[in-house]
């Protein structure tokens, strides 16, 4: 297998922002091209609702999904014959997740500028949000819980979750995601996979109730991306969700099967899922290359990592030392950044771009996927240089409160004037004047 995953030599090089993108690109995702392709069923589904949806999903996925509106009913059946130690393993998960989301919520304030003259900030729920769960290659009912939780946090009024129709499951969503939507209470639950889902919260669907949505949230593959870049500005988003990626810094201090481990998990996800090992010890490469091939062996999803592993995204690269890998790190902004080594806290303070941290050993990247408390939305492609996980703070909106007294306005009206005269806005000059004739 020595073609199982690239070596990349950095040790001698100047890292620079154009060598990490040249050096270390992420799998070809043409968002572009796919906008192109979906482009046609935007206007199906506002023109002939369900039955476009319906029919989209056969087209593509061979599935009947009606009926596209999940019954309460289902809901109640998927959560009655949930396994119960899987129940009780997603409570654990909702009520960990809920714990973070609730501290991270941020406090209003109110500022006094004069006796009279206050600017109050106040955080506003969003009204009404669709939340993706994906559904292609895996189930995620830990994705129905990240989504569902901070929004519920939040406040969101109205909450409604597409989800795709599975083959093994006649065309119905899988159960356990159904079960994870009634254990958390969302009681509006639609069998809409791919951009089909995106484009129905972004117009609605009348002849199923479903109203247009403020948000949508979740990720999915590149034409669940292509569909939140064409609709945004009709809908918020959270982000261009794409292929799951994972930056481990590591030092011989480190162990290799866990770093194997850690790789491999992710590189389950998606054949373009990016696994990238950063290092200072040639030796300690490859020890983990070794520890790879053994691992992958035995692993159930073998094809599917292989190929993750095999592509472009992924390498294993040597550096002079752990502050070059911590300025390959911030610069590669990945989605997942797993630091292992014997000065973990001091790298940490060298990275500013990465969508979640994960230090030391035993805080493993796939706890974070479910029972970390932490959310396991994040951003990909580098987004992480702009952009943060999904959290509480995605479903609200600062909303600032302005109240001026008569004397307070009076003490500052001269100043207002002066500006706008300065801007050639006479009129807003003369709103200010008039309260005072």
């Given amino acids: 297998m020595s073609d199982l995953i690239r070596f990349l030599d950095l040790s001698n090089s100047k890292i620079s922002a154009e060598q990490i993108q040249r050096e270390l690109p992420r799998a070809s995702l043409d968002l572009d091209s796919a906008i192109e392709i979906i482009r046609p069923l935007v206007e199906r589904i506002r023109t002939q609702g369900s039955k476009a949806i319906e029919a989209i999903a056969k087209e593509i996925d061979s599935i009947d999904i009606s009926p596209i509106r999940v019954s309460r009913e289902e809901l109640k059946e998927a959560l009655a014959n949930l396994n119960s130690e899987l129940r009780a393993s997603l409570e654990i998960a909702i009520e960990r997740v809920r714990k973070v989301s609730l501290a991270s919520v941020p406090e209003n304030f109110q500022t006094e500028l004069a006796q009279g003259a206050t600017v109050s900030q106040r955080w506003q729920p969003i009204d009404s949000v669709g939340l993706y769960v994906p559904g292609g290659k895996a189930v995620y009912p830990s994705s129905v819980i990240m989504n569902v939780v901070p929004a519920l946090v939040a406040g969101v009024n109205k909450i409604a979750i ?71 500005g009709v809908i918020a988003i959270d982000s261009e969700a794409g292929p ?172 207002v004037v002066s500006i706008a005269d300065s801007e050639g806005l006479q009129a807003h000059g003369e709103a200010i004047k008039i309260r005072f004739q």
């Fill in 162 to 232: 597409a989800t795709p129709g599975q083959v093994s499951f006649g065309g119905r969503p899988h159960p356990t995601v159904l079960a994870t939507a009634e254990l958390l209470g969302v009681q509006d639950v639609y069998t809409i996979g791919g951009p089909a889902a995106v484009i129905a919260f972004a117009y609605g669907v009348q002849d199923l109730g479903l109203e247009p949505v403020n948000l949508v949230t979740g990720p999915g593959n590149v034409y669940v991306a292509a569909a939140k870049r064409m609709l945004r």
């Fill in 244 to 415: 799951t990626e994972i930056m481990v810094i590591a030092d011989n201090t480190a162990n290799p099967a866990f770093i194997a481990a850690d790789l491999i998990s992710q590189a389950e996800h998606d054949e373009q899922a990016s696994a990238v090992l950063v290092t200072d010890s040639m030796e300690f490469i490859e020890k983990v290359r070794s520890a790879i091939e053994e691992q992958v062996e035995t692993s159930t999803n073998k094809t599917r990592i292989l190929e993750a592993l095999r592509g472009q995204q992924s390498a294993l690269v040597l550096v002079r030392d752990l502050n070059q890998a911590a300025k390959v790190a911030d610069l590669y902004a990945t989605e997942h950044l797993s630091i292992q080594t014997s000065q973990n806290e001091s790298l940490v303070a060298q990275i500013s771009n990465a969508g979640a941290i994960f230090l030391g050993g035993y805080s493993p990247v796939s706890l974070g996927d479910y029972l970390a408390g932490s959310n396991h939305v994040l951003p990909t492609g580098g987004q992480a240089r702009f952009g943060s996980g999904l959290g509480v703070h995605t479903f609200l909106r600062p909303q600032q409160v302005i109240q001026y007294s008569e004397s307070a306005l009076s003490e500052v009206s001269n100043n």
